[in-house]
């Protein structure tokens, strides 16, 4: 069965940076893409981007620009989100979520990760 | 960018109810790309629809979706206990709306 596992929360100071990773298992890796939505505590969600895990293309929301990374290890079948320059307010819950595209329905986001807390405090 | 918004905010129903939730887009967006999640406390969001009105694996038929251009209604047609939630619009795999809170009356 698919499953997308998450690496375990975090806390960082102000200015630092977090990587979390995202292990998916039960299918074929490349054959998907990767998104990243983020969710402050009590908030709506956030979509941070999104990753080909064919070739490696991305597509980060405007946002976030200069301060996201997403990559991808094919070998472990490994997603990764690395986002910069940590403020209080990325203080939120993140996953990572399968994308399957079709011609007819565009980007669907079927399986998702347990989620990661990231805390960002002094 | 597409802006995304859903009303109400809160709809507040019993079980065995009917519940409609709207999402309208700030300009035209394909049928083809809105998808709808579900979001239980605790817990990741669930696809729920897709291409506006598909219902995506698992999904009972009492969740219906319709819409295009600018305006998609997300219907479950009675409530159970299990639909109490969250709900969120999305398109093109992209921006969500806010959500809009289903909660017991």
């Known amino acids: 069965q698919v499953q997308l596992v998450q690496s375990g929360a975090e806390v960082k100071k102000p200015g630092a940076s977090v990587k979390v990773s995202c292990k998916a298992s039960?299918?074929?890796?490349?054959?998907?893409?990767i998104s990243w939505v983020r969710q402050a505590p009590g908030q709506g969600l956030e979509w941070m981007g999104w990753?080909?895990?064919?070739?490696?293309?991305?597509n980060y929301a405007q946002k976030l620009q200069g301060r996201v990374t997403m990559t991808t290890d094919t070998s472990t079948s490994t997603a990764y989100m690395e986002l910069r320059s940590l403020r209080s307010d990325d203080t939120a819950v993140y996953y990572c979520?399968?994308?399957?595209?079709?011609?007819?329905?565009?980007?669907?986001?079927?399986?998702w990760g347990q989620g990661t807390l990231v805390t960002v405090s002094s | 960018e597409i802006v995304l918004t859903q009303s109400p905010g809160t709809l507040s129903l019993s079980p065995g109810e009917r519940a409609t939730l709207s999402c309208r887009a700030s300009?035209?967006?394909?049928?083809?790309?809105l998808a709808w999640y579900q979001q239980k406390p605790g817990q990741a969001p669930r696809l729920l629809i897709y291409?506006?009105?598909s219902r995506a694996t698992g999904i009972p038929d009492r969740f219906s979706g319709s819409g295009s251009g600018t305006d998609f209604t997300l219907t479950i047609s009675r409530l159970e206990p299990e639909d109490f939630a969250v709900y969120y619009c999305?398109?093109?795999?992209?921006?969500f709306g806010p959500g809009t809170k289903v909660d017991i009356k």
């Open positions: 990753i080909s895990a064919y070739n490696g293309n991305t």
């Open positions: 039960g299918y074929t890796f490349t054959s998907y893409g």
């Open positions: 979520a399968r994308v399957q595209t079709t011609v007819t329905t565009g980007p669907l986001f079927d399986y």
């Open positions: 999305q398109q093109y795999g992209s921006t």
């Open positions: 291409g506006a009105s």
């Open positions: 300009q035209s967006v394909s049928s083809s790309y």
